[in-house]
């Protein structure tokens, strides 16, 4: 079993190859061919403390490959197990360590151990491309990131891939942390965004003004972006609220777009965002337009006008994990990254035993 840390996943994803496969992971989601069930959510004894294990049997790409599926990869079993300690990074830790493990897809032993954390924040910000490249209009130029995080980065790296940005506007709670991430973006756009302007606001409302695509990376309970901000035709990636209770969208914002999720049945036992204006009354079942899956399968519209307001509400996929996890492990081997460990002989444990007794 090859055991692949963060800094290694870090090197060996690039932005562009996990666009490629979010594409891949949400096609093969909407069509059907992954065996996945909804995560399963743990609590544990402190307050906001949960255990997420989220597993999944993704399909080889050999068993029938189209509608924009990238890259070659074995398939077979496997799971993502992510914490959320909110007293991590008081300790100097990260909130949501965890890990991505993968089973040979034929003999089902163990393959490799991945650091979740870092999969995670690429492969969310890729999807987050993925809707934005579909959803977002032709001539999207301006972005507005809410939140500072390493979910901010990360979409500041996607987003830019997918549109040619003349702005970006970087608002969070503490000021200074939004003018540090301006700061840093130059390092996190491609060489040809050198004429980008990029700037820390002290004001969400600032930030979202006249914006083409709203990034909500928050980790927020009440919603942080309000429908009087919104113009016409932007697109909102809507990524921080993955619990029933929380959201970062109002109502009323919520009402007036058009939405599109990752898979209706998360958005419909997790997205608070949805879910807080269903239990008012505002919305039904059916104001979920579809899954982006179905828009790349041609089965259901992205946007309809360039006055439209679309949502994407992203939940995140187990077959995210798997798909980034087998194209990290691919490339690690293709590099020789990582460290091979052997938890079982060859033979099982009669094998062990034998060997142990010789």
């Given at each position: 079993m090859?055991v692949?840390d963060a800094?290694a996943?870090?090197t060996?994803?690039p932005?562009?190859e996990a666009?490629a496969?979010?594409?891949t992971?949400?096609?093969?989601?909407?069509?059907?061919r992954v065996r996945q069930?909804?995560?399963c959510?743990?609590?544990g004894?402190?307050?906001?403390?949960?255990?997420?294990?989220?597993?999944?049997y993704v399909?080889?790409?050999a068993?029938g490959?189209?509608?924009?599926?990238?890259g070659?990869?074995?398939?077979?079993?496997?799971?993502?197990?992510?914490?959320v300690?909110?007293?991590?990074p008081?300790?100097?830790?990260?909130?949501?360590?965890?890990v991505?493990?993968?089973?040979d897809?034929?003999?089902?032993?163990?393959?490799?151990l991945?650091d979740?954390?870092s999969?995670?924040?690429?492969?969310?910000?890729?999807?987050?491309a993925?809707a934005?490249?579909?959803?977002?209009?032709?001539d999207?130029?301006?972005?507005?990131?809410l939140?500072?995080g390493a979910q901010a980065r990360?979409?500041i790296r996607?987003?830019?891939?997918?549109?040619?940005?003349?702005e970006?506007r970087v608002?969070?709670?503490?000021?200074v942390?939004?003018?540090?991430l301006?700061d840093?973006?130059?390092?996190?756009l491609p060489?040809?965004s050198?004429?980008t302007t990029?700037?820390?606001?002290?004001?969400?409302?600032?930030?979202?003004?006249g914006?083409?695509?709203?990034c909500t990376?928050?980790?927020?309970v009440?919603p942080v972006l309000?429908s009087?901000?919104v113009?016409?035709?932007?697109h909102?990636?809507?990524?921080?609220?993955?619990?029933?209770?929380?959201?970062?969208?109002?109502?009323?914002?919520?009402a007036?777009?058009a939405?599109l999720?990752?898979?209706?049945e998360?958005?419909l036992?997790?997205a608070g965002d949805l879910l807080v204006?269903?239990r008012?009354g505002?919305?039904?079942?059916?104001?979920?337009r579809g899954?982006?899956?179905?828009?790349?399968?041609g089965?259901c519209?992205?946007?309809?006008s360039d006055d439209?307001?679309?949502?994407f509400?992203?939940?995140?996929?187990?077959?995210?994990?798997?798909i980034?996890?087998?194209?990290?492990?691919?490339r690690?081997?293709?590099?020789?990254t990582?460290?091979d460990?052997?938890l079982?002989?060859?033979?099982?444990?009669?094998a062990?035993?034998q060997?142990i007794?010789a």
């Amino acid at each position: 079993m090859l055991v692949i840390d963060a800094a290694a996943v870090r090197t060996l994803y690039p932005m562009t190859e996990a666009i490629a496969d979010m594409r891949t992971a949400f096609t093969l989601y909407s069509s059907g061919r992954v065996r996945q069930p909804q995560r399963c959510m743990t609590p544990g004894a402190a307050e906001g403390e949960v255990l997420a294990t989220m597993p999944a049997y993704v399909p080889s790409i050999a068993d029938g490959a189209g509608n924009g599926e990238a890259g070659a990869y074995g398939g077979g079993f496997g799971v993502k197990i992510i914490a959320v300690q909110p007293g991590n990074p008081a300790r100097g830790l990260d909130p949501h360590p965890g890990v991505v493990l993968l089973l040979d897809p034929v003999t089902c032993v163990p393959l490799a151990l991945l650091d979740a954390t870092s999969i995670t924040e690429i492969r969310t910000a890729a999807a987050s491309a993925v809707a934005t490249d579909l959803l977002a209009r032709k001539d999207a130029e301006v972005l507005a990131v809410l939140g500072t995080g390493a979910q901010a980065r990360e979409h500041i790296r996607a987003i830019s891939r997918v549109r040619p940005l003349r702005e970006i506007r970087v608002w969070g709670r503490t000021p200074v942390r939004a003018r540090t991430l301006a700061d840093e973006c130059a390092s996190l756009l491609p060489t040809s965004s050198d004429r980008t302007t990029v700037f820390g606001v002290t004001r969400a409302a600032e930030a979202v003004a006249g914006a083409d695509v709203i990034c909500t990376v928050t980790a927020a309970v009440e919603p942080v972006l309000d429908s009087a901000w919104v113009g016409p035709g932007t697109h909102i990636n809507a990524v921080g609220a993955v619990f029933p209770g929380r959201r970062e969208l109002t109502g009323d914002l919520v009402a007036r777009s058009a939405v599109l999720t990752d898979s209706r049945e998360s958005a419909l036992t997790e997205a608070g965002d949805l879910l807080v204006p269903m239990r008012e009354g505002r919305l039904t079942v059916g104001h979920i337009r579809g899954e982006i899956g179905e828009v790349l399968l041609g089965t259901c519209a992205g946007r309809t006008s360039d006055d439209e307001i679309t949502v994407f509400e992203s939940l995140g996929l187990a077959v995210q994990d798997v798909i980034s996890a087998h194209s990290v492990h691919r490339r690690a081997v293709g590099e020789g990254t990582g460290i091979d460990i052997t938890l079982s002989a060859p033979g099982g444990t009669a094998a062990l035993r034998q060997g142990i007794q010789a």
